[in-house]
């Protein structure tokens, strides 16, 4: 259940993103899934070596969003070149 409620998760978190990110993103449901757990993934890890977050809390939604706008900003760098 907890593998599904990721997977649903990064997605919403993936097509927020992609809305929030000027531009067209040619994503399709893998990448954008991935895009939403890993800008989760990232700003659970980012919050706690700030400190923001405890070790081992998940981040919310917003921060995981910003994550994935984040990392949906470097793969289209690295897309580019």
Do not use: N
Request: proline letters at 2%.
């Amino acid at each position: 259940m907890g593998i599904i409620v990721t997977i649903v998760v990064g997605f919403i978190v993936g097509l927020i993103a992609r809305a929030v990110m000027p531009g067209t993103q040619k994503l399709g449901f893998i990448l954008t899934t991935l895009l939403g757990i890993g800008g989760s993934l990232a700003a659970g890890y980012g919050g706690a070596a700030l400190g923001l977050y405890p070790a081992g809390s998940s981040a919310g939604w917003i921060a995981s969003v910003i994550g994935a706008v984040v990392l949906l900003f470097v793969f289209e760098q690295v897309r580019k070149k």
